[in-house]
């Protein structure tokens, strides 16, 4: 099947730091990446859709300047958490939508980053 | 939008069958979903099904889609306890975007 990488798969900041997540999709190209944000015991919360090319669409309540989101290629998308505060942490997924395989069109999902902000 | 529902946990012996549901509202929802995750991973398919098909079957996995109640269920069949983890049902829209259920956590006692 397809394999979805993301890096870090963990990092710890200061309050006030900058912190970039890469998503990567390793044997297929991903017009479109998604970015997930999880709490612990909690489902998947969409923050923002990434196509390449263009700008990211975010989901509503989600601040697009504090989640930066950069789709520079067919494999590649980055999510920077800026200016990260304690509330920021949590479990953020990637994943990428395309086709690998003969399998159908459909989502992959990264192994997620780990984010910690003292 | 979309509103995806399933039951919080299920607890099942090793060697029995689980079988996990699923609710969604939207009924031009093109694909409906399995997810596992294991603690401290990301997301791993299972399996899927496409909403004009209303079973599927997969080695020990078997969807059922009953698109009239929109009820989607996953049965594992001799569950392993290397199984227990949580479940997530998820209905994509055409372009993709997925909504995701709660998640059931599956525990599989020996």
């Known amino acids: 099947g397809a394999v979805v990488s993301q890096h870090p798969s963990r990092v710890i900041c200061k309050s006030g730091t900058s912190v970039k997540i890469e998503c990567r999709s390793l044997?297929?190209?991903?017009?479109?990446m998604f970015w997930y944000r999880q709490f612990p015991k909690q489902s998947l919360m969409l923050m923002a859709t990434?196509?390449?090319?263009?700008?990211?669409?975010?989901e509503q309540g989600v601040e697009k300047d504090k989640f930066l989101i950069n789709h520079a290629s067919l494999t590649l998308s980055t999510l920077t958490v800026t200016s990260a505060h304690p509330e920021d942490s949590s479990f953020y997924i990637c994943?990428?939508?395309?086709?690998?395989?003969?399998?159908?069109?459909?989502?992959?999902f990264g192994p997620g980053t780990r984010l910690t902000v003292l | 939008g979309e509103d995806v529902e399933q039951s919080l946990f299920l607890s099942v012996r090793e060697g029995d069958s689980s079988v996990i549901n699923c609710t969604y509202t939207?009924?031009?929802?093109?694909?409906l979903y399995w997810y596992k995750q294991e603690p401290g991973a990301g997301l791993q398919l299972l399996t899927y099904?496409?909403?004009?098909?209303d079973m599927k079957q997969d080695q020990r996995l078997t969807v059922l889609l009953n698109k009239k109640d929109k009820h989607l269920s996953l049965r594992i069949a001799d569950t392993q306890t290397g199984e227990s983890a949580i479940y997530f049902c998820?209905?994509?829209?055409?372009?993709?975007?997925?909504?995701f259920g709660a998640g059931t956590q599956v525990v599989v006692t020996p």
């Open positions: 099904i496409f909403s004009n098909m």
């Open positions: 990434s196509n390449e090319g263009s700008k990211a669409t975010y």
């Open positions: 994943s990428a939508h395309g086709t690998s395989g003969g399998e159908t069109d459909t989502q992959y």
């Open positions: 998820a209905a994509s829209d055409s372009w993709g975007k997925l909504q």
């Open positions: 044997d297929f190209q991903a017009t479109t």
């Open positions: 939207d009924s031009s929802s093109t694909y």
